[in-house]
């Protein structure tokens, strides 16, 4: 699954979260760097970054 950046950094604002709320809610950083750089990740590392967040998995997958 590809997250889309823009619609990731939307619901990071909305949930006043930064990157290392992320880290701090177990997505490891290295992860969450790779994802956002483009590359594809595993469906249940999106549902973890999405429940963190607060939001629905399809409000942040391109």
């Given at each position: 699954?590809?997250l ?27 992860t ?31």
């Open positions: 699954m590809k889309n950046k823009e619609k990731l950094e939307l619901a990071k604002a909305r949930a006043c979260m930064g990157t290392k709320d992320l880290v701090a809610a177990g997505i490891p950083k290295g969450l760097c790779r994802i956002v750089s483009g590359e594809d990740a595993r469906p249940e590392t999106i549902g973890k970054i999405a429940k963190a967040l607060g939001v629905d998995v399809t409000e942040i997958i391109e």
